[in-house]
T-cell receptor, first 113, second 112 residues
C-alpha cells in the first residue's frame, strides 16, 4: 500500500520568512495530493491540493509543487504570519480502485514573531 | 449549515465494553471515512465507505467495525475496546476521496 513520509516533524521560522514542508510517497499510481492544516484543538481543514497532471499550484501565499518522477511534493508558505502556526499534514491517494487516503505524520509549524 | 457531526465528543470507558461513535453528515456526500490521530503518527485511516453498503478497510482497521446503512450516517463500532485504542478520532465526508474532506470536530476516547 501507499506510504507517505513527511519532513520535518517540527519547523520554526521567523515571521515574514518562508516555510517549506516536504512529503514523499511510495505508490507511483498516486495522483491526488492534498494538504491539510490543523490548528490547536481544531479539526483538519484543506488548504490546497494538487493533481498529478500539474506540477505546481498557487493560492495567494501558499503553493504546492509536485515531482512525479521523484515521487515527492512540497508545501511552500511565503511571508509567514502568526496565524500560519499549526500542524500541517500532506496526503496521497491513488488511481481508481484504491480509495484510501494516506496521510503523512504531520509538521508542527511555529511562526516566531 | 453544512456539517459533519460526531458524538460523543469525549468518552471514557473500560476495556471490553462495547461502544459506538456516531457520525452524520448533511451534505449528501458519498465518501465517508474514520481516522485516528495519535502523536507522532499523524492521521491514519481506519475504514472508509464509498457509498451505502460499501465499506472497505483503511490502514488500521483491526479492532474496529463500521456500517453504512444510510448515506448520511457512518458509525464506528469498537466491539471490545482496548487501551491501545485510546486516541482522538475524526469522521470525515466528501464527494469522493479526491475531493475536500470535511472533518467532524473529533471524539477523544480513553480506554482504561
Amino acid at each position: 500500500g501507499e506510504n507517505v513520509e513527511q519532513h520535518p516533524s517540527t519547523l520554526s521560522v521567523q515571521e515574514g520568512d518562508s516555510a517549506v514542508i516536504k512529503c514523499t510517497y511510495s505508490d507511483s499510481a498516486s495522483n491526488y495530493f492534498p494538504w491539510y492544516k490543523q490548528e490547536l484543538g481544531k479539526r483538519p481543514q484543506l488548504i490546497i491540493d494538487i493533481r498529478s497532471n500539474v506540477g505546481e499550484k498557487k493560492d495567494q501565499r501558499i503553493a504546492v509543487t509536485l515531482n512525479k518522477t521523484a515521487k515527492h511534493f512540497s508545501l511552500h508558505i511565503t511571508e509567514t504570519q502568526p496565524e500560519d502556526s499549526a500542524v500541517y499534514f500532506c496526503a496521497a491517494t491513488g488511481d481508481f480502485g484504491n480509495e484510501k487516503l494516506t496521510f503523512g505524520t504531520g509538521t508542527r509549524l511555529t511562526i516566531i514573531p | 449549515e453544512a456539517q459533519v457531526t460526531q458524538n460523543p465528543r469525549y468518552l471514557i470507558t473500560v476495556t471490553g465494553k462495547k461502544l459506538t461513535v456516531t457520525c452524520s453528515q448533511n451534505m449528501n456526500h458519498e465518501y465517508m471515512s474514520w481516522y485516528r490521530q495519535d502523536p507522532g503518527l499523524g492521521l491514519r485511516q481506519i475504514y472508509y465507505s464509498m457509498n451505502v453498503e460499501v465499506t472497505d478497510k483503511g490502514d488500521v482497521p483491526e479492532g474496529y467495525k463500521v456500517s453504512r446503512k444510510e448515506k448520511r450516517n457512518f458509525p464506528l463500532i469498537l466491539e471490545s475496546p482496548s487501551p491501545n485504542q485510546t486516541s482522538l478520532y475524526f469522521c470525515a465526508s466528501s464527494l469522493g476521496v479526491k475531493n475536500i474532506q470535511y472533518f467532524g470536530a473529533g471524539t477523544r476516547l480513553s480506554v482504561l
